[in-house]
Antibody, heavy 119, light 108 residues
């Protein structure tokens, strides 16, 4: 069974870049059965898909965030990462990493990490 | 993008009640719809995929139906562990993934 764990700073200053890493265990990030994605949830609000990556490096981003988002994969470390640039308070959220089947269903999730944007 | 609208946003029910949550898509998504359950402070948990397929390990009191633009999640007999927020998600391959706004199931 896959396990995912987010890591990264819990506090980011406005205008800076948010960086998070997701470590995958219990399976290979190079599996052709999965995409790897980031989803966020502002406090008290709903879920927003940020983007996904395939082990080959193909990426798919939410159009509303595309200009600020970069998702990358490191197969040697079984990790994938998120960078979100020029953050504002509106980017304060719990950030989840997840595995998505080839259809787009999020079947395994990390526990989530709260990132607060504040000076 | 495909917009997903859930109703109601909040639902008050008692243990043993039959509960139905509706999710509408702004355009047809065939059966490319999933349902998740989320409890406070926890990650969402997959319940149903492809509109009506029950994820392994999920109790049979949960069921999903629908196709095209209208979908429902039904809990046949609400249990204490089912009080949570439920989200629908569309995953049409030609459109970015989007989630509904959520339905909170509260104790009546």
């Amino acid at each position: 069974q896959l396990q995912l764990q987010e890591s990264g700073p819990g506090l980011v200053k406005p205008s800076e870049t948010l960086s998070l890493t997701c470590t995958v265990s219990g399976g290979s990030i190079s599996s052709s059965s999965y995409y790897w994605g980031w989803i966020r949830q502002p406090p008290g609000k709903g879920l927003e898909w940020i983007g996904s990556i395939y082990y080959s490096g193909s990426t798919y981003y939410n159009p509303s965030l595309k200009s600020r988002v970069t998702i990358s994969v490191d197969t040697s470390k079984n990790q994938f990462s998120l960078k979100l640039s020029s953050v504002t308070a509106a980017d304060t959220a719990v950030y989840y990493c997840a595995s998505l089947d080839t259809g787009g269903v999020c079947d395994y999730w990390g526990q989530g990490t709260l990132v607060t944007v504040s000076s | 993008d495909i917009q997903m609208t859930q109703s109601p946003s909040t639902l008050s029910a008692s243990v043993g009640d039959r509960v139905t949550i509706t999710c509408r898509a702004s355009q047809s998504i065939s059966s490319w719809l999933a349902w998740y359950q989320q409890k406070p402070g926890k990650a969402p948990k997959l319940l149903i995929y492809k509109a009506s397929s029950l994820e392994s390990g999920v109790p049979s009191r949960f069921s999903g139906s629908g196709s095209g633009t209208e979908f429902t999640l039904t809990i046949s007999s609400l249990q204490p562990d089912d009080f949570a927020t439920y989200y629908c998600q569309q995953y049409n391959s030609y459109s970015p993934v989007t989630f509904g706004g959520g339905t909170k199931v509260e104790i009546k």
